[in-house]
């Protein structure tokens, strides 16, 4: 079973690189200019993807691989008083639109993260940061589900098995990180 894993992640891999390079890039510029400008990034996702969302957001906010000053970056997910208040308030499906909507400003990325594409609650933070003006990104499967017609840019990992999806958004999470560091601290200097 550890080969067969192995391999299906290599093929996932191999595939993910041409279907996503333009949209990284696309997304990559989109972070380096609203970070440079003072904006913020918000991310967020469910289960999986809310380890992954806050996992980012630390990368930027601490440091990757070079010291640099931190980044503006939250994870929306990672406020458990925010999450449970708006929950019970308005229900699960607005728990990120509550929080995009209260935090974010126009020159701000969100970056909403999903394998299915699918979850309400990540749909509805995307509307409501296009309705403010935010950029757009969704990391997700194949297709992109409900978010592909919704964001400015979107990552769609060519497959459908959630572990292979998670795998590939782990590794492009690291490279967008790494790129937005690099692109920082040449410019500081």
């Keep these: ?18 279907a ?13 200019a609203g970070l440079q400008a003072g904006g913020r990034v918000l991310a967020f996702g469910n289960g999986g993807s809310a380890a ?3 996992h980012f957001a630390a ?18 997910s990672a406020d458990a008083a925010a999450l449970t208040s708006v929950a019970n308030d308005y229900g699960f499906d607005q728990v990120f639109a509550r929080q995009v909507a209260a935090l974010g400003r126009r020159g701000d990325v969100v970056v909403a993260i999903s394998t299915s594409g699918t979850s309400a609650n990540v749909v509805e933070g995307v509307r409501a ?3 403010a003006g935010l950029v757009t990104a969704a990391l997700t499967g194949e297709g992109g589900g409900a978010l592909a017609p919704l964001v400015d840019h979107l990552i ?25 560091e690099a692109r920082a601290v040449r410019r500081e200097r």
């Excluded at 894993?5 to 996932?12: G, I, P, Y």
């Excluded at 696309?26 to 972070?31: E, F, G, I, P, S």
């Excluded at 959630?162 to 782990?170: D, I, L, N, P, S």
């Design 129 to 131: 940061a296009a309705a």
């Design 156 to 180: 769609a990992v060519p497959s459908l098995r959630t572990a292979r999806v998670q795998e590939v958004h782990a590794i492009v999470l690291h490279e967008l990180a790494r790129e937005v």
């Design 52 to 54: 992954q969302a806050s």
């Design 20 to 32: 996503i390079e333009p949209s990284f890039d696309a997304v990559l510029d989109r972070l380096v």
């Design 1 to 18: 079973m550890l080969r067969q894993a192995f391999e299906e992640h290599q093929a996932v891999v191999s595939a993910s690189l041409a």
């Design 59 to 76: 990368e930027l906010t601490g440091r990757f691989e070079e010291d640099r000053p931190g980044f503006d970056a939250v994870a929306l």
